[in-house]
């Protein structure tokens, strides 16, 4: 007993330590950067990127307005937050980061515009941004055409890989596998209803988890239901679960939708205490939203929950609160933008070089240990290994953490078997 | 010599002489490649501006439903570009490989029917006239002949925009749903991508653009041109005078159809992609906005409206990205409140009086005279 409170005692202070000691050469570094210490612009910089003595410009690019900008706007925080942190240690190979920041408008035409007034005009070193996987497909082009960098921070379906993309979000097999075998174990789940919104997703991440559910589970689908994005009657829905009575409801609906469906639920008489639900699509941001007391007792599988309870976590909360005020919450997604601007930072101190190229070829392998997920390092395929977790909503809008996995799961864009 | 008899009066012709100069050689000149593709883009609209100019500036319909013709015109060019962009090589990753990437996702094994004719480029071409000229023909039948206008008839175009991208976002493993169609390459082997190919594509799209406004100008000037007019004014007398009224207005709707749908194909070719974003209401709306602020009477104030409304909206976005939105709201409000008649009206009221009497100077040397009206013969 003793033993534990000591280290309970101990780690915060041989943290503080550590901090400060990584914080020293930062201040030294501060003055000289300007002079001679930090290397020269032509050496870290030979394609003409927007890189000075002083500054590096990156861009950032989210919805700002628009049906997308409730969920973006944590992203664009996080990733504020990041490079405020950055540049307060003294920036990036001696060079302050600069961020321009551009509006996607939920448009994702204009994503690619202004993608690609980024790379052109702006000349950005790296993009942290998009959202949606349509936004990311719209980009995607560009990216590769002008040779950018783009740093994707949201879960989404896989099945694509480029050398100028980093996904520090999960893939699905990432956010999905791990999540079904505790269900199954934990609960005994044999049948399954899925409801998901009808985009491509929802679908790949479905047809993923029906192939685990059907091949390595053994169990049943008993539905599988798609509704049009935007959409607020699931009164047919909710009584075909009630019909079939499954052992698990696996969802992944998204957006406003899920304010419907959650109440809708509550009112048919559905008691999530009773009824497993498992959710892929639900974070601390749409809770806001749907209001704990229409979701509590639902499981959600995820990376990262506010609540987690590790050193990195209980410092980047009180930052990201301090910064953006007391009442935001922090979700799966705005945790893995934050990551972007960090992966960036050590990859290019890797490299030696602002380079994309460089970059791209120095990512596999770096590795970030101040996440607020705990540990993380990029695969050779450009994501992210990470832990998948489960957390229980509570009426406080916050999750509990129930389980994760032991070790980080590797990510897997393509998935054998799963096609 | 009556000036009405030729092509162009002289207002009409300074506008086409400084259109002209600036899109051939001011534009091309003065911006970088990524700008030129911009203004590229903005001129997609101005097929649009043009066609409304025709349908609701002369023919007194208004469409709210552009963006489904606009859309179709698109997703045919986009269905040949990526057909093009999903060979069997760029696709070895897919299951089914030789079929569009999001087919696949979707489950889909083998290329649906609907889609084998876009292999031929002569096909899309026709396709891109054709497919939004009989939509719209049978729309404009269904409507006109029953007498149904005005506001119905902008209300049953704004239920078609939002059924038309109801179905594509729902049919997703036929249309790309929400996504759209992406990644387009290439056309005919030829890359659209790079700056030189987005150079030639601006000054085909430009050379497209006259090729437009000549007909648009064509038609206002034969009878067609003032039957329409006059049934903007005063329709009953038209129908009584013996013309039927619903086949004029069908086919006004119609040309604005096609006009819209060249616009949206070439979109498709500047920016690389098609999505329903541009099918809906939304887009339907704010492509009657670029003709209002322009002026839905003229010509080239759509298209200057179409032009300059979206330049407003990428450098507004670009300085203020929390904020633009608002600004672009109060720049529409300013110009409906301020200048009915958009932009042309204000070249007509103030600088077109100035231009008359200059002329009018150099013949008379006289400065006070400017009795010279638009349209009065010339001595």
Known sequence: MSDEANKGLLSPLRRKLLMGMAALPAITMLPRASFAQAPATSAVNSTGLAVTDTEVTVGILHSATGTMAISETGSIEAEKLAIEQINAMGGVLGRKIKFIQEDGASDWPTFAEKAKKLLVNDKVAAIMGCWTSASRKAVLPVMEQYNGMLYYPTFYEGLEQSKNVIYTGQEATQQILAGLNWIAKEKGAKSFFFIGSDYIWPRTSNKIARKHVENVLKGKVVGEEYYPLGNTQFNSVINKIKLTKPDVIFTDVVGGSNVAFYKQLKAAGIDLSKQALLTISVTEDEIDGIGGENIAGAYACMKYFQSLDNPNNKTFVPAFKKMWGEKTVIGDVTQAAYLGPWLWKLTVEKAGSFDIDKIAAASPGIEFKGAPEGYVRIHENHHLWSKTRVGRAKLDGQFELIYETADLVEPDPFPKGYQ | ?379
């Open chain 2, 1 to 379: 010599m009556v000036i009405n008899s030729r092509f162009f009066n002289r207002s009409e012709l300074i506008g086409f002489i400084v259109l002209a100069a600036v899109l051939f050689v001011i534009l091309p000149l003065s911006l970088d490649v990524f700008r030129l593709n911009l203004v590229a883009k903005y001129l997609t609209y101005a097929f649009v501006a043009l066609g409304l100019v025709l349908c609701w500036g002369y023919g007194g319909i208004l469409s709210l439903g552009q963006g489904v013709f606009f859309g179709l015109g698109g997703y045919c060019m986009a269905m040949f570009l990526k057909l093009e962009a999903s060979s069997v090589e760029n696709t070895k990753i897919q299951s089914t490989p030789g079929i569009p990437d999001f087919m696949d996702w979707n489950q889909i094994t083998s290329l649906p029917l609907f889609w084998q004719p876009f292999h031929s480029l002569t096909f899309t071409i026709l396709a891109i006239i054709l497919v939004p000229g009989i939509f719209a023909l049978i729309i404009g039948t269904a409507m006109f002949k029953r007498r149904v206008g005005g506001t119905y008839f902008a209300i049953i175009t704004q239920a078609v925009a939002a059924i038309l991208t109801i179905l594509i976002v729902g049919q997703q493993g036929y249309t790309g749903g929400i996504n759209g169609m992406t990644d387009l390459r290439t056309l005919k082997g030829w890359d659209i991508r790079p700056d030189h190919a987005k150079v030639i594509l601006y000054f085909v799209e430009v050379v497209l653009l006259f090729a437009c406004i000549g007909i648009a100008q064509f038609i206002r000037l034969t009878k067609l041109g003032r039957i329409l007019v006059a049934m903007r004014e005063q329709e009953d007398r038209v129908r009584f005078s013996g013309y039927s009224v619903a086949n004029f207005k069908i086919f006004a709707f119609c040309m604005a159809a096609v006009f819209a749908a060249i616009g949206g194909a070439m979109f498709a070719l500047n920016v690389g992609f098609m999505s329903p974003s541009f099918v809906g209401i939304v887009p339907s709306i704010e492509m009657v906005i670029y003709t209002a602020v322009g002026g839905r009477m003229s010509i080239f104030g759509a298209i200057w409206g179409a032009i300059l409304v979206n330049f407003a909206k990428t450098s507004l976005s670009e300085s203020f990205p929390q904020l633009w939105l608002f600004g672009l709201g109060a720049l529409f409000i300013a110009v409906v409140l301020a200048f009915p008649n958009g932009l042309s009206g204000l070249w007509a009221d103030y600088v077109q009086p100035r231009i008359d009497r200059l002329f009018a100077s150099r013949k008379k040397s006289d400065w006070k005279d400017n009795s010279v009206a638009d349209g009065a013969p010339a001595e």
